[in-house]
């Protein structure tokens, strides 16, 4: 069973635009949601997180939105650019250690 | 510091043999968690040991199985092993004890025959 759904499975932007991927959640104890970028042959890194005391996260060209009554979140990226392009996962953990519940991934491509 | 490494980064295997992968993870690093990636799952979490103990543990069969060394390094075992357990499996080590950020190696990719 998938705790944290994750869409769309890829999408394909031109340079300059808006990528958006979202997520949901059905666990009401997770507290906290990572997200991490993975290029080919390499491991997942951070690339931005949020609390759900918090509605937005904003980082650079990252935004992370949060809805907790919908128990949704999404990631934007503004101003697409072609080193963009690379596997986003959403995450989400409980308080009790380093486990996380991941997304089954979006495969982004930004068009130059 | 040197990132977290995983060995070996390639192994071919083949059914109902057993496998294991070792890890180590960044200097200081207490807590190290091992997933496993396949198409269209993401990553499924395995079992997470902090300071040598088994903190977590995913739903994954008892062929699964992990160990932690004093000196935080790692190793994942898998016994008797399927076709299924094809995958790129990933170790990540972290600082803390909670909700830290997870620093993966680059992984270790077991294909079954």
């Not at chain 1, 491991?43 to 949020?50: K, R, T, Y």
């Not at chain 1, 918090?54 to 949704?72: C, D, L, M, W, Y």
């Amino acid at each position: 069973q998938q705790q944290v759904k994750q869409s769309p499975q890829s999408l394909i932007v031109q340079k300059g635009g808006i990528s958006i991927i979202n997520c949901a959640y059905e666990n009401t104890a997770f507290d906290y949601f990572p997200w991490y970028q993975q290029f080919p042959g390499k491991g997942p890194a951070l690339l931005i997180a949020i609390r759900p005391d918090v509605s937005e996260k904003k980082e650079g060209r990252f935004t992370i939105s949060f809805n907790k009554s919908a128990k949704q979140f999404s990631l934007h990226i503004m101003d697409s650019q072609p080193g963009d392009s690379a596997t986003y996962f959403c995450a989400a953990s409980m308080n009790t250690g380093n486990q996380f519940y991941f997304g089954t991934g979006t495969s982004l491509t930004v068009i130059p | 510091k040197a990132g977290v490494t995983q060995t070996p980064r390639y192994l071919i295997k083949t059914r109902g043999q057993q496998v294991t992968l070792s890890c180590s993870p960044i200097s200081g690093h207490r807590s190290v968690s091992w997933y496993q990636q396949t198409p269209g799952q993401g990553l499924q979490f395995l079992f997470e040991y902090f300071s040598e103990t088994q903190r977590n543990k995913g739903n994954f069969p008892g062929r699964f199985s992990g160990r932690q060394f004093s000196n935080s390094r790692s190793e994942m075992n898998v016994s008797t092993l399927e076709l299924g357990d094809s995958a790129l499996y990933l170790c990540a080590s972290s600082p803390g004890q909670y909700q830290e950020t997870q620093y993966f190696g680059p992984g270790t990719r077991l294909l079954v025959l």
